[in-house]
Structures are given as structure tokens and as C-alpha cells.
């Protein structure tokens, strides 16, 4: 088959797929196979061969990364029961006070709690952010909101175990160790640096109190604000404007759901003791006695300790086998399950931790298949040969392949409004063309996630959360959420470049 046939067929299935997800609201899941059956029966390879190549990519990723999504599930899920976030941020405001816990509270969202869903993390953060802000001044709100945006959304395809990052690292054959440094190394000023910008555009009049927030309540959840939508109406509750697998957006299913929110379906968890529960303007407390925060948070950051000493050890080029078995990251994370569970157990008692676990199972499996047939589309898109057609489009150099890697990615994520989804369907159309880049695959996997930041707007059930938790108008969170996070994917592909010179 020509070149031109392989590129047109090659679009034909990711605009067949955008328009399935936005348009007809069908599941991603659904939405990629039909893609990917449609991209191999139209570039030649025929019937046996397309279902085969099919479930060939679902069970190769599945045997990859499958264990570590849900170990990580279930650890947040854990944490969540045992109320450490609140904890965490508390002790945030403690030590760095009300003026620097936007930066403190982001970088913390950003890196040490990305095993957590993030519409679940939101929830629970707002109220605590939203308190917070009375403390910080005028543009509490803002700074706070646009630091939740950028820490919740940056760290699901940059930071190790975000679920996005997981599945860049497997569709991008990069070791997992090596995603977690490198992805906190980029991670890391790509938050601060964000924030700070924001800060700096607040600061300039970028932001209008009268305008960007919203001082009515909603009625329907309380201690959460109104979804104004600057007219003045009662906006419709979030999930019912977004799409009906909104969930996914940064791969998270609903809190206390079975699957993807839809229209009428709640916007945030009413569990008797979660954070939508409080009144206005009070923080939730955590369980009282127990293991101490960090002995909450000791398993995990173990495993994630065990994770990195075994990228640090193929670095230096030590072989040893306990060592290489120790940082092998499904022992790694699974000895942080084990170490959460028992502190589950003193924290939460045996019924609190079988209820965080049967939650965690349940709310894991539309991402593990997510994940699974991105695996898919990248065996079929490698099967096509649209590899060594596209191949030729990347010249050498760092510069222009990783602008342009970040630019695919950016401009998928406009179209579906997904970060997640986004991230794993540009991941699967450049896998076959990533070892031939003369680029390190770990600067692919962080270009991919860096430009699925780009524009997060009102099709993300974020962007309609973080408007209703915090308060804001329409056009308030167009500025916090859409344009903050932007911010953070130019920052992060702007950072990449200078990263590219040591890889």
C-alpha cells in the first residue's frame, strides 16, 4: 500500500476516534478498537491478522503495566480511607504557612500522591484549598485553584505511579525507574515554575473577583460552591456538560462509582466521612489516633525508593540479583500495598481497609483496559508501517522531534479533552517511530505527556470540578485551569529541551 493511502487511513481512524468519544459520546474503550480495527483491515493486513495484532498489543501492555495500575489503585485507595491527604495538607500549612502553600500543596499533589484518583484527590483537596485561601489574600482563590489544576493534572502523565505516566512508560518500553527520576526531575520546576508564573499573571490583573468568582452555594452538594457559568444561572452539575466517560479524564473513574459518570450523575462522593460532607469552609479532619502521617505514607514511599534505586543501579552498571529483584517494579509496589494494608489495619481497622480495597478493584478496571488497548492501536499503527513512513518526518536532532512529538499530543488532547486518553493514543501512533529517533524513550514518554496538557477545557471533568469545589465562574476557571495548566505544558516541553542535551 502506498504512503498515502497508510497516512490517510492513519487519520481517518484518529479522527473516527475523536468523533466516537466527543461526538457520540461513546466509550474510549469502545472508540480505540473500532479505531484500530478500522487502521488494520484498511492498511492491508486483513481480518486474522488486525484481531490478532489487536489483542497481541492488549495482552503485551496488560503483562507490562497491569500489576502496577492496580497495586498503585488500591494504595491510594488505602490512603484515602485512612484520611492521610487531609493529614498532609494540614501539616503543609503548618510548616509552610497560608502565602507558600500553593506551591507546597501542588508539588505535593504533583509527586507524592499521584497513586490516587484525581477527581477522588480533588474532591478531597478543594475544601482543605478552598479554606486555605481566606488565609492567602484577594487572589487566594485563584492561586489556589490554578496550583490544584496544574499539581492534579501534571503529575498524572509526568510523575510515577500517576496512571498516566504508567502507561506512557509501557507503551514507550521505558523502565519504569527511569520514568520516576527522570519524571521528577522534570516534574518538579515544571510545577513551581507554573505556579509562579500564574501568581505573577493574578497578580497583573489577569484576575477579576467580581467576574472569575462565584459566591453562590450549590443547593445539591454541600459545602461546595455554585458551578455559576457567568450569567448568573445555577450551572447544570459537572458531569452532566462533560463527556459521559469524563471519568477518564486523567484516567479517573468516579469516586464510589462503578464506571464512568454521566448525565445526572453526581459530581463529587458523598461517602459519610469525605470532604463534600463538610460544612463551608471547614477542613475535614483526619481519623483521630493511629499511625502517624508519615508512617501512612512510609509504604509507599518506600516502594517508590525501591523503584528508583533500581534505575540509580543500571545507571552505575551494578549487576546484583537481590538488588535487581528488590527494584523490580512489581515487587517494589506490591511491598508497598502489603506495608499499607497493615497500616490500614491499625488506622482503619480490618472493615475500613476490605472497603478501600473493594472500592480500589472496582474503580480500576476501566483504566487498566484504557491502558490495555493503547496497547492495541500501537501494535496496529506498527503493523501498518506507518513507523517508517513517519520515521522520515523526525529528522535527527532533539530539538525538532521533541517539539514536534509534544505538538501530536497537544493538538490530539484539544480534540478528544482528555489528558489521559490523549497521552496513550499519541504514545500509540509514535511507538513505532521512538527507537528510531535517536532519542531516549524517556524523553518521548515526557514529551507525549507534556503536550496532553495543552488546553484542558470544558470537556475535562476537572475543568467543571475544580469550577464548582472552588468556587469560580466559567470564566474563572477557564483561567486557573486552562490557561494554568498550559502554562505547565509549554513550561515542561520548554524544559525538555535542555533536558534532551544529558539523555
Request: hydrophobic content about 55%.
Amino acid at each position: 500500500m502506498s504512503e498515502i493511502s497508510v497516512l490517510a487511513n492513519t487519520a481517518v481512524a484518529i479522527v473516527a476516534i475523536v468523533v466516537l468519544i466527543v461526538r457520540f459520546r461513546v466509550n474510549p474503550v469502545i472508540s480505540l478498537v473500532v479505531g484500530s480495527l478500522y487502521l488494520g483491515l484498511a492498511t492491508g493486513l486483513g481480518p486474522d491478522r488486525t484481531v490478532r495484532t489487536i489483542t497481541t498489543g492488549f495482552g503485551d501492555i496488560m503483562a507490562e503495566v497491569g500489576l502496577l495500575i492496580a497495586f498503585g489503585v488500591l494504595m491510594g485507595s488505602l490512603l484515602q480511607e485512612m484520611g492521610a491527604i487531609e493529614q498532609l495538607v494540614g501539616r503543609l500549612l503548618k510548616l509552610f504557612g497560608p502565602r507558600r502553600l500553593p506551591h507546597s500543596m501542588a508539588l505535593t499533589i504533583g509527586t507524592l500522591l499521584q497513586a490516587i484518583y484525581l477527581d477522588v484527590l480533588l474532591v478531597i483537596c478543594a475544601p482543605l484549598a478552598r479554606t486555605a485561601s481566606r488565609r492567602i489574600g484577594p487572589l487566594g482563590s485563584a492561586r489556589m485553584a490554578a496550583a490544584l489544576a496544574i499539581g492534579l493534572e501534571s503529575g498524572i502523565v509526568l510523575m510515577v505511579p500517576g496512571v498516566g505516566a504508567l502507561a506512557l512508560a509501557a507503551l514507550l518500553h521505558v523502565p519504569l525507574g527511569t520514568m520516576l527520576l527522570w519524571g521528577l526531575v522534570l516534574v518538579v520546576p515544571t510545577i513551581l515554575i507554573s505556579v509562579s508564573v500564574m501568581t505573577f499573571l493574578f497578580r497583573r490583573g489577569f484576575w477579576n473577583s467580581a467576574t472569575d468568582e462565584s459566591t453562590t452555594m450549590d443547593p445539591a452538594v454541600p459545602g461546595t460552591p455554585a458551578a455559576a457559568d457567568g450569567t448568573g444561572e445555577p450551572a447544570r452539575p459537572a458531569t452532566s456538560r462533560a463527556l459521559p466517560t469524563a471519568a477518564l479524564v486523567g484516567a479517573v473513574p468516579r469516586a464510589g462509582s462503578p464506571g464512568p459518570a454521566g448525565p445526572g450523575r453526581p459530581p463529587v462522593s458523598r461517602s459519610a466521612t469525605g470532604p463534600a460532607a463538610a460544612p463551608e469552609g471547614a477542613a475535614v479532619p483526619a481519623p483521630g489516633g493511629g499511625p502517624g502521617l508519615l508512617v501512612r505514607f512510609a509504604p509507599l514511599l518506600a516502594a517508590l525508593l525501591m523503584i528508583a534505586t533500581g534505575a540509580v543501579v543500571d545507571a552505575i552498571g551494578v549487576k546484583n540479583v537481590v538488588l535487581s529483584f528488590i527494584a523490580n517494579p512489581v515487587v517494589a509496589l506490591l511491598t508497598g500495598l502489603v506495608g499499607t494494608v497493615l497500616v490500614g489495619r491499625f488506622a482503619v481497622g480490618r472493615e475500613g481497609v476490605e472497603r478501600a480495597v473493594a472500592r480500589g478493584f472496582r474503580e480500576s478496571g476501566q483504566i487498566l483496559i484504557l491502558t490495555a488497548v493503547g496497547g492495541s492501536l500501537a501494535a496496529v499503527v506498527s503493523a501498518s508501517g506507518l513507523g517508517g513512513i513517519l520515521r522520515g518526518y523526525f529528522t535527527a536532532g532533539a530539538v525538532a522531534p521533541l517539539l514536534l512529538i509534544w505538538a501530536v499530543s497537544a493538538v490530539l488532547h484539544m480534540a478528544i479533552g482528555s489528558v489521559t486518553i490523549s497521552a496513550i493514543t499519541a504514545a500509540g501512533i509514535l511507538a513505532p517511530i521512538a527507537p528510531g529517533l535517536g532519542l531516549d524513550p524517556v524523553l518521548v514518554a515526557l514529551a507525549v505527556g507534556a503536550g496532553s496538557l495543552f488546553a484542558v477545557h470544558v470537556t475535562s471533568n476537572t475543568f467543571w470540578l475544580l469550577q464548582s469545589l472552588m468556587g469560580q465562574t466559567t470564566r474563572g476557571t477557564l483561567k486557573t485551569c486552562t490557561v494554568g495548566v498550559s502554562v505547565a505544558s509549554v513550561v515542561a516541553a520548554l524544559l525538555l529541551l535542555p533536558l534532551s542535551l544529558f539523555l
